[in-house]
């Protein structure tokens, strides 16, 4: 028995079962795609900081452009992409919020952290665990999918 589709043709079970292979695997391909694209945000973000915090106000500029730059170009990246699976829906909104959060409170130490060269040691390694706190949302959002693999979990 043969089953009608939204035009009106007639779709054989085998056909069906291709097209939910098809679009099950679709929904698969986002979770590789949105791990991959949060763990390029979380070691971007701590190469960002680094820089940011760290580095020579020549390279902060440049660093600050390129950000501006990766951010426009990965939220293209983001929106144009439809389907998402359950678990990326799931994380969405607390990584984001956390990362929101880690972004917010790395600002304020960047603006309590001393402009004297050279740093003491103690705020360079500060400077570092706030720039891998920072990327640590990201991170766990891209190990949480990539090892997930498209499994609903």
């Not at 939204?6 to 949105?34: F, K, M, N, Y």
């Not at 390029?40 to 390129?66: D, E, F, K």
């Not at 990362?99 to 004297?116: C, D, I, K, Q, S």
Request: include cysteine.
């Amino acid at each position: 028995m043969n089953a009608r589709d939204d035009i009106g043709h007639d779709i054989t079970p085998d056909a069906a079962l291709r097209e939910i292979d098809r679009v099950s695997g679709s929904v698969r391909r986002s979770t590789r795609w949105a791990g991959r694209w949060l763990l390029v945000l979380g070691l971007g973000t701590i190469v960002y900081w680094l820089v940011m915090l760290l580095g020579p106000g020549s390279l902060a500029v440049v660093a600050a452009w390129a950000w501006i730059a990766f951010t426009i170009a990965g939220c293209v990246y983001v929106f144009r992409k439809n389907v998402y699976d359950r678990l990326t829906w799931r994380l969405q909104w607390p990584v984001t919020g956390a990362y929101v959060l880690a972004v917010v409170l790395t600002v304020l130490f960047a603006n309590v952290m001393p402009e004297r060269e050279p740093l003491p040691a103690g705020w360079v390694l500060a400077a570092v665990l706030a720039a891998v706190l920072c990327g640590t949302p990201p991170l766990y959002g891209a190990w949480r999918l990539l090892r997930a693999g498209g499994e609903e979990r």
